[in-house]
Structure formats: structure tokens, C-alpha cells
């Protein structure tokens, strides 16, 4: 028997063939997209195409997707807002298309990465000090993992593998903290350019080095300091103890991914604010393509919470709609309302009379309906559509909304 969002999505996507994204235009009618898109269909490697696999992140929508839609509703030249940028994924995909665009976000993190993402660079310089970075790392650490010499400042004689770090302390193993935070000392004494991209590489090393299993890097509940059977190799493994593989592989991917993207990216103009969108006052736009943070589900700084010991940005995880710490009963999902209402009323009110809001949302709980009366928005069309989580153990499927809202 079919749940009520499983014929939702088959009514709507009965007989229609996948949507190929390079075909559609501002003609495509909406009634023809069929969005249910299978591995086959739009393969993993196309859906982390150059920037967008800069970085893990969790609760990001597919580049496909926004894609369509700005095709579908927007032309060069135009703005398009995301009040919840997260990882930037409408911000490189307005770019790619000529297309403006303005994010906010409360996490310091995710503005990190959406401004790393769409920064122009000088690729050769790009590999100059990536490479550079790698290199005195490695004088200063060995090249070997399990080297247990000790690299010192000559100026203080501070021991790189110490901190006071709790966090630093707990997660990560002697030589793989101390590879880290030789990194990130090198950061920010050498004259780079690019620091922030070199940040990013910091961060995503970190994430990869910490001691947990292999399966469960999302959001292990406790560091991992034995053998285990690792589900995702079917056999033994043992904890991770060093950074630098991770940092070497990481920086040439790195690379590779920035060079990509420069060849696709345009010259529109890019707005990056880390700000609360509930009380902002957003630019002039001509329309909104989001996914709005989920409702007692995602702790968004705990899943870099790596990146920002590391980085030493600023927290303001109880600053969140809908923190995964006040759970998803009855109260905290119609303050979710509230919050979320309050952010697309304001981007209503900078939006032009003829704009769209497109908003992703996996709505179990029947929360948008209300959140676009709230914003006095008018419900010109919903698509259903069916998500396949196809990697390590998160392989569960689930349903979401695409709602295309407009002012009145």
C-alpha cells in the first residue's frame, strides 16, 4: 500500500521520462518536469560536479535541481536570494548561468564554503600555494605517517600537537592533530592568498582524520579508539591517526575542482552575508530558490563542529530555526512556522511583483501550507518528488516537496 507522498509522486510523474536539465527553459511547462531522477539517470559524479563536493555537507539540495529552476524562472542578469545558503549550492549554480545572486546564512561555516566556492581565482595560484602549504607541512611533520618527532616553533617552542582544545584533544589521535594544527599554523603565518580555500582543505582533512569509523563520519556519538568491522569495507578496520594522506588528496582534488569551475563560472554578481535571515533586510531580487534548514533533524554546527575548533569561528548554533536540540513536537514545529514565515516575508517584500519563490522542503509534517499563509504568499503549483540516498549507510529514500510560491 502506498503512503500518501508515494502517489502524490507517481501521479505526478506518471509516464513522463526524467527531466534532463540542460533541456529546459523558461517554456518548459511545469506539468512536463518529472524530477525523480535515478542513479542511472543523473549518476553521483554529476551531482558533485567541480565546487559542489568542495566539502561535505549534510541536508543540501542536488545542483540539478536549482538548475531547472532558475532556468525555468530567472534570465542573465537578474537575482535570485537564498536566505539559507548552506553549502552555496544556488550561489555557484546562479554564477554558472549569469545569473546574480544574494545568500545569508547564520552559520559562519557555510559562508566560509559558499564565499571559498565562488571566489574568482588565479588557478595556477591557486595550485602554487596549495601545493606550497602541502609541502611545508610535510618538512615540518615527515612524510611518513606514525613519525612521532615533534615539530617546534623556534620562536616559543610551542609543541604543535598541544592545545587546550577539549574538542581537538578528544577526536583526533597525536599525529593527526599535530599535522592539523601544523596546517592551520601555516595558515596564518604565511603570506597565501587564498587562505580560505586553504581552510576549506583544513577542514575537510580534519573531517576525514578524526577518530571514528569509517561509516560514520556524519555524526559520530564517540571518538573510536579500537579495531572495529567496518560496514562500509565489510572487514576489520582501525581508527585513522594521521591527517597528512587526507590533506595531500584532499589539496590536489582541490585543485582540480577550482580549475573546473572556472571554466564554468560567469562574471554575475555575488552577495554572501553571515547574518539571521528572520532579521534581515534583503537587497532588491527578482526571486527566492531555497531549502530551508529541517525541523529538529540537523544540528548545522555540529556537523562541522571540526571545523569550527579548528578555524575558531563563531557559534551560534542556538541561533538556528528549528535547532535539532528543541526536537520536532508541537511547539517546536509552529515556531518553526513562525521563524520560517518571517524570513520569506521579508524576502517577499525586496522581491519584484512578478518573482518566484521556489522552496525544497521535505514537508512530513505538512508545516508549508501555513508558512505560506503566514508570508501572505500565494501557492501557484507543488511538485513531489522521490529522493534515493544511494551512499554508505544513509540509503534510506524519502519524499520531498517543491514548492513554487509568488507574491500576490
Known sequence: MFTTEEKRVIAYSNGKHPTIPSSVTSETPIEELNLNWREKDLPEKERTKHVHRLHPYLGKFIPQLVEIFLKKYFRAGQTVLDPFCGSGTTIVQASELGINSVGYDISEFNILLSRTKTTKYDVERVRVEVMDILGKVRSRVGGKSGQRDFWSDSSNGHLFSDTENTYLNTWFGDQARRE???????????????????????????????????????????????????YKHSRTCHPTTDAMKFLSRYSLDTIKRIADFATKRTEAKIILE????????????????????????????????????????EDRRFDEIGPATNGSGAKAREQYQIDIAEVFRRAACAMSSKGRMIVVAADKANL??????????????????????????????????????RKP
Do not use: M
Open 180 to 230: 592539523l594544527l601544523v596546517y592551520k599554523h601555516l595558515i596564518d603565518s604565511e603570506e597565501y592568498e587564498y587562505k580560505d580555500l586553504l581552510r576549506i582543505i583544513l577542514s575537510r582533512s580534519a573531517r576525514s582524520s578524526r577518530l571514528t569509523t569509517h561509516y560514520d563520519l556524519d555524526f559520530p556519538k564517540k571518538p573510536q579508539t579500537e579495531s572495529y568491522w567496518c
Open 274 to 313: 553571515h547574518a539571521d535571515s528572520r532579521r534581515s533586510s534583503f537587497p532588491p531580487i527578482d526571486g527566492v530558490i531555497t531549502s530551508p534548514p529541517y525541523v529538529g533533524l540537523i544540528d548545522y554546527h555540529e556537523q562541522h563542529a571540526y571545523g569550527y575548533h579548528l578555524l575558531g569561528l
Open 368 to 405: 508549508y501550507e501555513r508558512i505560506a499563509q503566514l508570508a501572505g504568499l500565494e501557492v501557484e503549483n507543488v511538485i513531489y518528488r522521490h529522493v534515493n540516498r544511494r551512499t554508505g549507510r544513509r540509503s534510506t529514500q524519502f519524499y520531498e516537496s517543491v514548492f513554487i510560491w
